[in-house]
């Protein structure tokens, strides 16, 4: 068993206006945006396929342009979660799957589930919505991440649901909706969302630092002591985990050179 998992940083999507001669060369040309982002970061969190669906050879012209160590976490359809009644998802989930995203292959990473801040917590429901989401598809397996931003769903109950079915919640560094440092699977997936765009690496060094010991905490199979949890009570299996940590802020503009800072960060104390 290794020492700690792998901790990979990141941004959301790779094409933004702003980032144009800040994080991507001058003259750097939009269809050589992924391949540069790619190789500067570990991790890119796809927007896209939230909003519709993509084509098979879309998926396979992503993979063919990252390094082989490069991860995407895919956001599932919004039609899929902003729905009342989620135990009625199952057809819009196939449908997710179905689009050819196995083209990613080993490049497919964490499966992200994104709630209406409005959504409240429906235990039935909830759980009925979980056991649609499938281990495997073509023979990957998946990893699956639920970000709810409602506080009905700060309850022991969710978190031992979560656990049952080995999903992880989104640790949301946000301003407005709950923070959840509970683990409930393999690995631990955290939004930093408190960045500005007034300072160079998103965050200030204090918070940088901070959220380093955590990233390596968790990666290490323990759990920070310093963020509050739904359940004190719970008690994860310590293991070595895998670590997902995006920036991605208000403005956005720092992002990457956030995530390029914390990925030094960590490496600098490794």
């Not at 060094?205 to 199979?221: I, Q, V």
Request: proline share 6%.
């Amino acid at each position: 068993m290794t020492k700690a998992g792998t901790i990979r940083t990141g941004i959301g999507g790779w094409t933004f206006e702003p980032w144009e001669g800040t994080f991507y060369p001058d003259k750097l040309t939009k269809k050589k945006q992924l391949e540069y982002a790619a190789s500067r970061l570990a991790v890119i969190e796809v927007n896209g396929t939230y909003y519709g669906s993509q084509k098979p050879e879309t998926f396979a012209k992503w993979a063919s342009e990252v390094p082989d160590d490069f991860v995407f976490s895919l956001k599932a359809s919004r039609y899929t979660t902003n729905r009342k009644v989620l135990a009625e998802a199952g057809e819009s989930i196939e449908r997710f799957f179905s689009q050819g995203l196995t083209e990613l292959g080993d490049h497919l990473g964490p499966i992200l589930w994104q709630f209406a801040p409005t959504k409240k917590f429906e235990p039935d429901d909830f759980e009925a919505f979980l056991k649609l989401l499938p281990s495997k598809i073509e023979g990957l397996n998946l990893d699956h991440v639920v970000e709810v931003r409602h506080d009905s769903f700060k309850v022991p109950e969710f978190i031992a649901l979560l656990s049952k079915y080995n999903i992880a919640p989104v640790c949301a560094d946000h301003f407005d909706y709950p923070l959840i440092a509970d683990v409930t699977a393999g690995f631990v997936y955290a939004r930093l969302q408190k960045g500005s765009d007034d300072i160079k690496t998103c965050y200030a060094d204090d918070d940088m630092k901070a959220w380093a010991r955590r990233l390596e905490t968790w990666s290490e199979g323990g759990v920070p002591d310093d963020l509050p949890l739904v359940d004190p009570s719970h008690k994860p299996k310590k293991q070595p985990r895998d670590v997902f940590a995006f920036f991605i802020h208000e403005g956005k503009v720092n992002a990457p050179q956030g995530a390029i800072a914390m990925q030094e960060l960590l490496e600098a104390s490794a």
